[in-house]
């Protein structure tokens, strides 16, 4: 099972608005100037050893190299990075008034985002998306308990043979 993170607003944010986790040390933290959510640390790493697949899902053009070895001073694996470069390689690839993320061309079980439209996006077109806000301190929670419930649903719903 799948589980992507988008990036800005979402495990990236603004430690002025939105509790973040403490700084690398240097000189680290003059090459990644992101700061991650704070919960993220906690969260991955428990999604890392759960045996769920940990991506990364941005519009954004960092490169797959930044994002894998940002997570690594973190300790945190992660199995696959979409950037704007392979979104459009892979998903839209020409066509015109494409969704800015496609998560079920992945076969991606959740996907977490910030963002309004990609939330909308997910019912019109039948992908799962947790929405989170800067205010929403419950998020490590939340998704916990989400992930749990597609495990279980997974399970029940599959058929017998
Ligand atoms: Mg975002």
């Not at 944010?13 to 000189?27: G, H, M, S, T, Y």
Request: proline share 4%; charged share 35%.
């Amino acid at each position: 099972m799948k589980i992507s993170f988008d990036l800005d607003e979402t495990l990236f944010v603004n430690p002025a608005e939105v509790p973040a986790e403490p700084d690398l040390k240097f000189p680290y933290n003059k090459i990644y100037k992101d700061k991650l959510r704070k919960g993220a640390v906690e969260l991955l790493t428990e999604i890392n050893k759960s045996g769920w697949e940990l991506w990364i899902y941005t519009t954004s053009n960092r490169s797959e190299g930044y994002i894998r070895r940002l997570f690594r001073h973190y300790g945190i694996s992660i199995d696959s990075v979409v950037n704007a470069p392979r979104h459009e390689a892979e998903v839209v690839r020409g066509r015109a008034d494409f969704p800015s993320k496609c998560p079920a061309a992945y076969h991606i079980d959740l996907h977490v985002d910030d963002e309004k439209s990609v939330y909308e996006n997910g019912i019109a077109n039948g992908f799962r998306v947790y929405r989170i806000t800067n205010d929403d301190t419950d998020w490590v929670e939340n998704i916990r308990k989400e992930l749990e419930r597609i495990k279980r649903n997974k399970g029940d719903c599959a058929l017998k043979s």
